[in-house]
């Protein structure tokens, strides 16, 4: 190091002592490296064992340059390995994403065109020509756009470039469900019983329903991610299942086949993650559990299960091994199977590419998936066994969203992020993400805004830092998910590990309505609404520490004050001593101590003794304070006597009947509009369709009625309230 500083401060002095020195590329890489030596992973910096244990030698030849054909957080994971190996990263954007962190933190960036996804990152002919361009050597892919695409992958072998992932034949043979199906039952990997070809049509896809027997999976063939899957109980799910599918695939795929096979009911979803060289040596390394899901898109997953024994792991794993030597399989690979309630499990389909959730397993077994990826690319053989893959503690990630989980478990919002703080100033906390203070969230890309991952050395621990982390996280300017992801990891039955895949709807069947207050905790957010609003009409009497007015009466110590939350009023009074205010309310005394920071985004209290991280979403002149309290925002109004009694003599806001008139739930554009004014349509009858991050959502009637107006058209785009056809 002593020496490369040297190199570093001569090479500066002048272009003579530049010329002294000859930059090898093995120079060339250390020097890369030293750049951003500090630049910090994130990764779990915890006990060694948690630290990814492979070296980063720098000696070792890979490539000099790679392009990231990706974008978002999993662009930004990727270069952050290939800066620890001493290689230089080309970033390739579209034209909206040009500020973009991934574009920032990459050494070279190319535009490979405008936002919309089939004219940019899934633009090949922009992609090959970033890579002449630039000179990179090899591609990482990333998860979704190009990752899974064979003809991509085909190109680039054509150009001498080198795909980082499973060659052709193993995207081709895995990537197709129909085929993988039949692969996996020649490697005698257990099987979902099904059709085993291609469903032509919905007429023929109520047949197969039928000789299957009710629930069945309606999927795509090329498809993955959750997208273009329907579940059907009967024939006119069926149909309706076939045709969204089919143009859900269309979309996100380009490829509108589908298959139907027996849906199993009440499974948990794990899954297998495999690493294979190109000399035959293949691993698996633990599972993961990725049952919590809300339309078949996973939303929290963790590692290990707590549901597998050691011989059903062992069991799972050599069968993931055996589908992986099957095709020949050479990289990071996921093998996802169903388990049922007796551990029985059946293959579902295998992601020939890095997941989503790789962190937790690298939490575990202290691997970076990244680099193991690179150096098979490269040609390198495996360094480790099947023996030395451990598991080491507990890790869990949280999928955070801008979504509204309010609607449906989460649709998508959009906006800019104007105020952002990640949690990792707290310990065995990683942020996987994308995105910055300022950052928009459009309606092009998926609305991910990061991973959050916390490690433990048990699972209790685990889930005590991840119910920290989301408590500290600040996002501001978007609506996001972090009550929904709060409310499932300290849920009872998710404490206990008692899951499956309907977890979300069997727990909430009338959907997510954020958390339930019991009553000590209304308790605990009446005395600290009743204190913020009094810590903040001490500050507005005072200039820098002072009273604005020096002749005034001795400061006030007691106020009589009004809380309503929840349409329940509460008499409150509060007296200061210090930074703690005792508030009493229902014969109770509350003392909440806090330093009163009413600039800080976070607020930790201190209330009887119970420590509390809260956010002050806002606060207005009119005792209108929102509260994130236990990850859900609570609309608190706080008054004097005066205040509160004048209050009652204001009209009340009429709410708008909503019975009339159907608005968008979601930003998005319009698939399809299947009314005209005149026409009348029953309740639950499809009047429009939405597609949001390549979703597609049935907009319904809500009553019996005529259409009066329609206010869209296929192709239109629509902002979330915006209203869609009025009814008479």
């Known amino acids: 190091a002593s020496r490369v500083k040297g190199h570093l401060a001569e090479a500066h002095n002048s272009q003579a002592a530049m010329a002294a020195y000859r930059v090898t590329p093995a120079l060339q890489r250390v020097l890369l490296a030293w750049k951003h030596i500090s630049f910090n992973s994130r990764c779990c910096i915890i006990a060694s064992h948690a630290h990814y244990s492979t070296a980063y030698d720098l000696n070792e030849k890979t490539f000099d340059k790679i392009l990231i054909a990706n974008r978002g957080e999993i662009a930004c994971r990727v270069i952050k390995t290939c800066k620890k190996m001493g290689i230089k990263t080309v970033a390739v954007h579209s034209d909206v994403d040009s500020s973009a962190v991934h574009v920032k933190m990459a050494d070279e960036a190319v535009c490979v065109g405008p936002a919309p996804t089939n004219k940019s990152y899934l633009n090949m002919d922009a992609i090959m020509e970033a890579i002449r361009k630039t000179g990179a050597q090899a591609v990482h892919p990333g998860y979704g756009f190009l990752s899974e695409n064979k003809e991509f992958a085909r190109r680039l072998a054509a150009e001498g470039v080198t795909f980082i992932g499973p060659d052709t034949h193993a995207i081709q043979a895995m990537g197709d ?10 490697a005698k990997v257990n099987t979902i019983p099904g059709f085993d070809g291609v469903v032509k049509d919905a007429g023929e ?15 795509a063939s ?43 009911d009440n499974p948990r979803h794990i899954e297998i993650q495999v690493l294979a060289d190109k000399h035959g040596n293949a691993l698996w390394l633990n599972e993961r559990e990725c049952s919590i899901q809300r339309r078949n898109q996973k939303v929290v997953e963790e590692a290990p299960s707590t549901f597998l024994d050691p011989e059903t792991r062992r069991a799972m794993g050599e069968q993931a091994v055996s589908l992986a030597r099957a095709v020949q399989y050479s990289s990071a690979g996921t093998v996802e199977f169903l388990v049922d309630s007796k551990r029985n499990f059946y293959f579902l389909e295998m992601n020939t590419r890095l997941q989503v959730e790789h962190p937790i397993t690298e939490c575990i077994t202290g691997l970076d998936l990244v680099q193991e990826m690179i150096r098979v690319a490269k040609g390198y053989p495996l360094r480790q066994k099947q023996a030395d893959i ?4 507990w890790a869990l990630e949280s999928r955070v969203y801008a979504e509204d989980p309010y609607k449906s478990f989460g649709l998508p919002s959009i906006g800019r992020l104007n105020q952002y703080q990640e949690p990792v100033n707290l310990s065995k906390v990683r942020v996987d993400s994308g995105i910055q203070e300022g950052s928009d969230i459009s309606i092009y890309y998926d609305p991910m805004i990061s991973k959050l991952v916390t490690y433990g050395s048990t699972r209790a621990e685990a889930l005590r830092r991840m119910e920290e982390a989301l408590d500290n996280y600040v996002i501001r300017g978007v609506t996001h998910n972090i009550p929904l992801l709060r409310e499932i990891i300290t849920h009872p039955l998710f404490v206990k590990g008692d899951i499956s895949t309907k977890f979300l709807p069997e727990v909430y069947p009338d959907g997510f309505k954020g958390h339930q ?21 001490l500050r507005s009497q005072k200039f820098l520490g002072n009273l604005r007015v020096s002749t005034s009466q001795q400061e006030q110590k007691r106020w009589e004050l009004s809380v309503e939350l929840e ?10 001593s210090g930074s703690t205010y005792t508030v009493e309310l229902a014969g109770k005394s509350l003392d909440v101590t806090s330093e009163w920071n009413l600039a800080s985004a976070l607020l930790p209290v201190s209330i009887n003794g119970t420590q509390r991280t809260v956010q002050c979403i806002s606060r207005s002149p009119g005792g209108e304070i929102s509260l994130q309290y236990l990850g859900t925002v609570y609309k608190v109004t706080v008054l004097s006597k005066l205040a509160e009694a004048l209050s009652r003599h204001m009209p009340e806001k009429v709410p708008e009947d909503t019975s009339s008139i159907l608005r968008s739930p979601m930003p998005g554009s319009v698939v399809a509009v299947s009314v005209s004014p005149g026409d009348t349509v029953a309740e639950g009858q499809e009047i429009c369709v939405i597609e949001a991050m390549k979703m597609q959502n049935s907009m319904t009637a809500a009553r019996t009625a005529k259409v009066k107006s329609v206010h869209c058209k296929p192709g239109e785009t629509v902002g979330e309230g915006d209203v869609l056809v009025e009814l008479e």
């Open 177 to 186: 469900k129909i085929e993988s199906k039949l692969i996996a039952k020649k």
């Open 205 to 219: 896809a109520v047949r197969i329903a039928g000789e299957i027997g009710y629930p069945v999976m309606i999927k």
């Open 222 to 264: 090329a498809g993955g991610g959750g997208k273009g899957m329907r579940i059907a109980w009967d024939d006119e799910e069926t149909r309706e299942g076939f045709r969204f599918s089919s143009q859900e695939a269309a979309s996100s795929f380009g490829d509108d086949r589908l298959l139907i096979e027996k849906f199993i």
């Open 390 to 393: 451990p598991i080491n503690g």
């Open 517 to 537: 207050l019991a009553d000590s905790e209304r308790q605990e957010l009446l005395a600290t609404a009743a204190s913020l609003f009094v810590a903040a009409q």
């Open 567 to 576: 349409k329940g009023v509460h008499a409150v009074t509060v007296s200061s």
